[in-house]
Each structure stands twice: as structure tokens, then as C-alpha cells.
């Protein structure tokens, strides 16, 4: 345990001594109840911002997709795909969670298809929805048993327009059980893999310890005190996938040339997995066309860099920034970040909800960008 602080600490001081340019936080929303709470953003060239309202946490009766257009949410594509329906489940999104746009300007959303108090997935909910801009559904891939377990958590995903016809799905299986994974989608074939499952890349880390606003939290199975899981936030950087369990700090990497490679075997695949280094304990991740790559660190409150070198460099730090969640960079040099307060739900505070709206949206320039 006292390597395991120690860990942590030179962390946060390798941080602390790289913030001297930290950046003012601008908040650009501020999401009040009856909205839920957030956590996937994705933004177009144009600027539009799109966010997502899981339900796998909490199961609103809310949009679950919406546009942000001065100040207000407008459901996107459309109320009958974003409120709870009677329809088949691959009709609506039932808990669309990571977001992401490809090199087209189109929106991709996982839902994973999970509703809190409902046991399972139904067939048809957990899918890779895409969109066009104008919010034509361009691509829908339904994943199905025996890929699907009932324990998946398909949390985030990227989409990779260098392989396959119509492009390829990278998507993290943090998992609501004890086999997290990465799986793989072939959006022209439809073909879905599972690999890396349980491997040491997507794992849990056992005895995990973080601080959660100040407060130290133990990650045990029979008694969760943090948001937990496996491979998690995920990035697509210079043709390899970066991936970083929720419950660790280590961060992977692998070709996307060999990740998209239904032929190869498991067992090249994992041989063909990089470990990165150490990172900041982190939910969501983003990066930029010059191969930083961007994290959540919730520990110190801040948005941090990663160089394409290995340095760390501190953005921001914020109280705010208690549970920074989904993320997003755009190409005019701004980093997004949704603040949905995960941490305060009543499953990690013995029943007790200590989610105080609203829930920001909010972003910081980056002006350390070389």
C-alpha cells in the first residue's frame, strides 16, 4: 500500500510542476434537473455539440442524445430515438454512453443498452449507432450473444475510416462483471469480436487505491466506493488504439493494423499489446491530430496532456473538476469535458446522493499545443 501511495503522490507532484501554464476552465452549459446527468460529448467541424444520458446509472425518462443549441437540449436525431420507447430496442438508443465523430464529420455513439434496476441486456439494445450531421442514421450494428454477455459495459469507442469499407469500431468493455475487453467491429460486415479479454492491459488492478475529492477510496469487489471497471476511456492516435482501465493507471497501446485484423490470433494480438507508462488515475480520454493525448484526472482535479514524447503537462485544475467524464478536443484547440458528478451516485456513498446540479459542461483552450 505505501508503494502504491507513493505512486500516486509523485504523480500528483510530476503534475503540480508542469501547471505553471495552467488555463482558466470556461463553463459553456450548465445542465439543470429534470435533464439527467451526462457523460459522452462529441463535436462536429462545424461546432454543433452533441451529448449522451446514459441510463445504465440512473433510468431516466429523459432524452438520451441530445444537440446543445444556445443553452438548451434539442433530442438528436429525434424524440422517438431518444426517449424510452415500446419499440424494438434496436429502434432507440436505450443507454448510449462514449460518443465520438470519424474523419467524415459524422456522429458514432455506443449504447450499451444497460437500464439501471433492470437486469440484462435486451437483445437489440447494446449497438454502434452512426449518424450524418443532418441526423440520418448511417450505420447501426446490433451486438449480439455470445459476444454479448449480461456483465458487458460497452463504455467508449473510435472510429477508424482506414480499415474496412465502411470503416471499423474500436469499443471498451470496462464490464459491470469481472471480464473487461476490447471488442472490434467490422461496420460493413457487421462482423463483432471480442479480444484482450481479462487480459492485463484491460484488467482490473487489484488493490487499486485513488482519491476521490480528497477522500481515499479502496477498489474492493464486495464493497464498490468509486466508479470501477476495466478498459475504459480509449483513444485513436496515428493508427494505434490507447486504452486505460478505469481501475489502474497504466496505459496500452496497440497497432490498429493488427487490431483490425479479424484473422489474427488472440494470442499475436496480445504479444502486440504496448504498455505505455503510468498516467493520471482517469475516467474519459481524448486526443488531437498531433498525437497528444488527453486525460481526465479526476485526483488532482485537472485535465492533463500527454505529449507525444511521454511528458505530462497540466491544463487546468478546478474543484469542478471532481469527476471529469467524457471529453473531447476540437481542431480550433479546445478540449471539452463533461462534469456528470459519477462519483457522487448513491451506489458509492451508502445510499446517499451527493450529486449537486447542475452538471457543466466545460472546456479550456490549449495553448501548450505544439
Not at 76 to 100: A, C, I, Q
Not at 105 to 122: F, H, L, M, Y
Not at 172 to 193: E, H, Y
Amino acid at each position: 500500500m505505501k508503494k502504491k501511495i507513493a505512486s500516486i503522490i509523485c504523480v500528483a507532484c510530476l503534475l503540480a510542476a508542469r501547471s505553471i501554464f495552467a488555463q482558466q476552465l470556461e463553463i459553456v452549459a450548465r445542465i439543470t434537473p429534470p435533464a439527467p446527468d451526462m457523460s459522452g460529448i462529441a463535436i462536429t467541424p462545424d461546432g454543433r455539440i452533441f451529448l449522451g444520458f446514459p441510463r445504465h446509472a440512473d433510468n431516466h425518462n429523459g432524452c438520451a442524445l441530445a444537440e446543445l443549441k444556445d443553452g438548451q437540449l434539442v433530442p438528436f436525431p429525434n424524440k422517438e430515438m431518444t426517449y424510452p420507447s415500446d419499440r424494438p430496442y434496436n429502434e432507440w438508443l436505450v443507454s448510449p454512453h462514449g460518443m465520438t465523430t470519424d474523419g467524415n464529420g459524422n456522429i458514432w455513439v455506443i449504447d450499451d443498452g444497460k437500464r439501471a434496476g433492470i437486469d440484462g441486456i435486451p437483445e437489440g439494445a447494446a449497438k454502434v449507432v452512426g449518424f450524418s450531421p443532418d441526423g440520418e442514421i448511417i450505420a447501426s450494428v446490433v451486438i449480439k450473444s455470445p459476444i454479448l454477455r449480461q456483465d458487458m459495459h460497452l463504455n467508449d469507442l473510435r472510429i477508424d475510416l482506414k480499415h474496412g469499407e465502411k470503416g471499423t469500431a474500436y469499443i471498451t468493455n470496462s464490464s459491470f462483471g469481472t471480464t473487461p475487453s476490447l471488442l472490434v467491429v467490422d461496420i460493413a460486415t457487421r462482423n463483432t469480436r471480442e479480444v484482450l479479454a481479462n487480459h492485463y492491459s484491460t484488467a482490473i488492478q487489484q488493490g487499486y487505491v485513488a482519491f476521490l475529492e480528497g477522500k481515499a477510496r479502496v477498489y474492493r469487489p464486495d464493497n464498490v466506493t468509486l466508479p470501477s471497471g476495466g478498459a475504459n476511456g480509449v483513444a485513436l492516435v496515428k493508427g494505434r488504439l490507447y486504452w486505460t482501465p478505469i481501475t489502474g493507471r497504466g496505459l496500452y497501446s496497440i497497432s490498429t493494423d493488427s487490431l483490425s485484423d479479424f484473422t489474427l490470433l488472440e494470442s499475436v494480438l496480445e504479444k502486440a499489446v504496448r504498455y505505455e507508462g503510468d498516467r493520471p488515475a482517469c475516467d474519459g480520454l481524448a486526443e488531437d491530430k498531433v498525437g497528444n493525448i488527453y486525460f481526465s484526472a479526476y485526483e488532482q482535479m485537472a485535465l492533463v496532456k500527454r505529449t507525444p514524447d511521454g511528458q505530462f503537462e497540466t491544463l487546468t485544475q478546478n474543484p469542478l473538476l471532481g469527476w471529469p467524464d467524457g471529453m473531447f478536443y476540437t481542431n480550433d484547440g479546445y478540449l471539452y469535458v463533461t462534469l456528470g458528478q459519477w462519483n457522487r451516485l448513491p451506489g458509492f456513498n451508502k445510499g446517499k446522493d451527493l450529486r449537486k446540479p447542475p452538471y457543466i459542461v466545460a472546456r479550456i483552450r490549449d495553448i501548450l499545443q505544439k
